[in-house]
């Protein structure tokens, strides 16, 4: 099978694309807006970017055609965000998250999620989640109906027992995320790991 994607409609394009580069980890971005409402949605065209500085970039689309989507809208206005990521206990609530609500209204309150300060930005993190981190933003890029927002990582929150305080290596037993597979409704455990040595 071959595609010529230049023959493809969009939402076309996102099906193949969706479904096939898997699995993708997954952007739980908290942002807050000018009223200081807590908007957290989730996003799996993520992922990190980089290391020096650190940086994170994911894809917020359009709520409507021509209209962004609320947390592309708070990161116009503020430049700050928080990705938030969400393990097999919260995977539930993390997808509840996606559901379309008035403007303002916020996703933790029906959710049962718990919002909690930040150290560098204004936006909250998910107090329940094992992973936050807290980002500015660096630019946003427009490529055609595409927008993604590239973000410099400033402040992370990680549960106790996942890094290795001395080595700050990951104890893979004690951090199990999510991960995004075929769109609309497939996901993926990460608790079948399992180890290939580099060569040397």
Request: with cysteine; charged share 20%; aromatic share 8%.
């Amino acid at each position: 099978m071959q595609l010529d994607f230049s023959t493809l409609r969009p939402a076309e394009c996102y099906k193949v694309l969706a479904s096939l580069i898997t699995p993708r980890p997954i952007a739980w971005i908290t942002t807050v807006n000018q009223e200081g409402a807590v908007n957290a949605a989730p996003f799996s065209f993520f992922n990190c970017f980089g290391s020096n500085p650190p940086i994170v970039a994911f894809a917020p689309g359009n709520k409507d055609p021509g209209i962004p989507k609320d947390t592309a809208r708070n990161i116009r206005n503020n430049r700050e965000f928080v990705v938030n990521i969400a393990d097999e206990t919260l995977a539930d609530k993390m997808v509840a998250t996606s559901a379309s609500l008035p403007h303002g209204e916020s996703e933790l309150a029906i959710t049962g999620l718990s919002a909690a300060k930040s150290v560098s930005v204004m936006a909250p993190r998910i107090a329940e989640a094992p992973v936050s981190f807290e980002c500015r933003e660096w630019a946003t890029l427009e490529i055609g109906s595409n927008r993604m927002v590239v973000g410099t990582v400033h402040h992370a929150h990680i549960r106790d027992g996942i890094l290795d305080p001395d080595t700050l290596h990951l104890q893979p037993e004690m951090f199990l995320p999510v991960g995004r597979m075929a769109a609309p409704d497939w996901y993926c455990r990460t608790s079948n790991q399992y180890e290939i040595k580099r060569p040397e």
